[in-house]
């Protein structure tokens, strides 16, 4: 299984970064992404844990995570 990239926009300089990463949550000041734990694990199984890969805040980004192919 093949894990995602995400492209996130920063506002202070306007630069783009490229995340590998299967998913984000955004709690308003924080978006994480993470990857899960075991590689393709099923998100609603118990077992399977979600490791942060990369962390920023909301308010340097300017708009949410953008999934690329």
Excluded: C, H, N
Excluded at 34 to 50: A, I, L, N, Q
Aim: hydrophobic residues 40%.
């Amino acid at each position: 299984m093949t894990v995602a990239k995400f492209r996130l926009d920063f506002v202070d300089d306007g630069s783009t970064l490229i995340v590998e990463a299967d998913d984000f949550d955004d709690d308003g000041d924080e978006i994480s992404l993470y990857v899960y734990v075991p590689p393709g694990g099923d998100p609603v199984d118990p077992s399977t844990r979600k490791e942060v890969v990369a962390a920023f805040s909301r308010s340097s980004l300017a708009g949410p995570p953008q999934a690329v192919e």
